[in-house]
């Protein structure tokens, strides 16, 4: 539909949220984690950095004149969520073909940000450990893992992630650690996951989008990350949380289906 | 004043049948046009003076109907009071009190013979910087508890009478008619609320909702006989000379009503009048028939505006499309009937009548989508995909 906005003397008192403002607020969230990951691992990560950033935007600036839709740069958070992800031995063409891949097809053509169906972020880690077998993904350290925390408090005061999928994703979690070694091994599943559960698998574009739906998705993720890090050995491994945020993904429509069926069946029972 | 209107975007999806032509002299409480769906229900000139100008809109429906005053030096001569169940319907239809009420669904003016489950009254200040009713109703004497009690007649239900936290103005007036209070909280001054709170609608149960001064208005109708369209509004925003109430006349000119109330802007930005709220207001030139507050805003200078070329100005260029959706938490607390909010505003925006209704739109009119406008990422105005909705269930209904 076109023709369908708002006034503008209404559009400029909007105070809320605009794609522009929740790139900004997803990249200050993201200044952490990307300051301590160029710390760690040195300059060959500002070479990581830039190649993703450039890569990303070039792609984002190319549909957005093909397109003729404003841009909202919000590629520029998948390309920093991706040099977050990846080691910094990677080799500079393996990064521009996996984010052109990711941020492509996983949001681009579906017509950006808010329209895809999975997180871009997630899609171009994914295909850069499929294309390149035998590429893993950096470990997380606790500092990473500390860095994280200011950014999660900032994205769930403005409502960027939902609580309700963390805490289920947290608690599948700590079950499945406890089941598996004791809770020795929680602190190290945690810092493993932490980055992951906030920056790809708590995406609002990509998550469920009902609050029932939220939980049974945050369940659902917690149990793929278990089963595809038990597929892959003793730690979890940082890809078990990148293919578990796709696969949730793609199942969030169903699940969102559902909730809603359910929500409309117990409006019919409150309204008699 | 010189100059009201009677307005179409006051009307959605009424096509009137005129009763008068332009030049024709008019007096107070005659009848300008009937709705050519309902003879019955009939519109009428709040002033006497002259029709000015008759535009029509696209569909035959009525765009705006000017009327210049003239005053006339025999006020109309007072109806005979009514008392009977009937002689009140008939009484507020002949008068044009009918399109006070607003069924609930649709959004609609009520069909002459319908009967409604309840009547919901909205003692509230509706929206930041609106008029306290408290205040507007100190000097109106009994005519509120009459006009309460008058259109108890026309439900078999219960006359709500929905308030701020305070005495109960509904008090004692019979046990049909309750008073219920909702403490100030967002969306607490919407009937959308009170009646989702008390009184749940869908396409089988409707119940009709009106605004505190028309139930005034209809008490001293009903009590005295005299036509009585004269309209509170609270004049507001920082453009405002002088922010007060005022009292006017529904549909008048915005343009004569401000011209001594406005502040010079800055750097001589043009001004902007918005009749209704910041939320849920429109640019206008009249004031709108529900509407009882009055906006004066800055405007953007046109010399400001962005030149759309070059690349930059891909970055700042505003589209003319709805930017994308972001669920974020915020679009859950801005509406309020525990409905799905992200599947219900996508359902609305592909304009998918089915989705809309299971989820629960029946439930709300424009008014009650303004905050999820404001709030979403999109920028897309939900209240017009919001009618564009519900005109295609009343169709079908």
Known sequence: ?272 | MTQVALLGADLPGLRPKLLCAQGDRVGRGLALFHDRANPEVVFVSPVSGVVDTITLGPRRSLSALVIRLEPDQHEPDPTSVATSPDEIRETLLAKGFWPAFLTRPYGRIPAPDAVPEAIFVNVTPDNPHAPDPRVVLRDQGDAFPAGLKAIAHLTSGTVHVCQTPGTDLAAGCGDRIRGSFFPESQASGLSGTHIHRLHPVDQNRSVWSIGYQDVAAIGKLIETGIHDFSRIAALAGPRARQPRLIRTIAGANLQELIREETLPGNHGSPLCVVSGSLTNGRQASWLGRYHQQITLLDDVAPQSRISKGGLMGLFRRTSSQPAPLIPTAALEWALAFGVPVVPFLRALSVGDAETASRLGCLEMVEEDVAAVSMACSSGADYGRMLRHVLDELAEDA
């Open chain 1, 1 to 272: 539909m076109t023709g369908w906005t708002l006034d503008p003397f209404r559009m400029r008192q909007r105070s809320g949220w605009t794609p522009a403002r929740v790139t900004v607020a997803q990249l200050i969230a993201l200044a952490a984690p990307v300051a301590v990951s160029l710390v760690e691992r040195g300059t060959p990560q500002i070479a990581v950095l830039l190649t993703a950033v450039v890569t990303c935007l070039i792609w984002e600036l190319a549909f957005g004149l093909i397109r003729g839709r404003p841009l909202s740069l919000h590629t520029a958070t998948v390309a920093l969520i991706f040099a977050v992800l990846v080691p910094a031995s990677i080799p500079v063409w393996q990064i521009v073909v996996a984010v052109s891949l990711g941020v492509v097809f996983g949001e681009l053509v579906f017509g950006g940000r808010g329209y895809g169906i999975v997180s871009g972020a997630a899609a171009a880690a994914g295909f850069l450990v499929f294309f390149f077998t035998g590429t893993e993904l950096a470990s997380s350290s606790e500092i990473m893992a500390l860095a994280t925390l200011p950014g999660l408090v900032l994205l769930l005061a403005g409502g960027l992630v939902s609580w309700r999928i963390l805490v289920s994703v947290t608690v599948v979690l700590i079950i499945a650690g406890l089941i598996q070694d004791g809770a020795s091994s929680l602190p190290s599943v945690a810092i493993t996951a932490v980055f992951g559960m906030v920056f790809l698998i708590s995406d609002p574009v990509a998550g469920a989008t009902t609050n029932p739906g939220r939980v049974v998705f945050g369940l659902l993720a917690g149990v793929l990350i278990v089963l595809f890090d038990t597929a892959a050995g003793p730690v979890v491994a940082p890809a078990a949380v990148v293919f578990a945020s796709l696969l949730a993904s793609l199942f969030a429509p169903l699940i969102d289906h559902m909730a809603v069926a359910l929500i409309v069946r117990r409006r019919r029972a409150r309204h008699g």
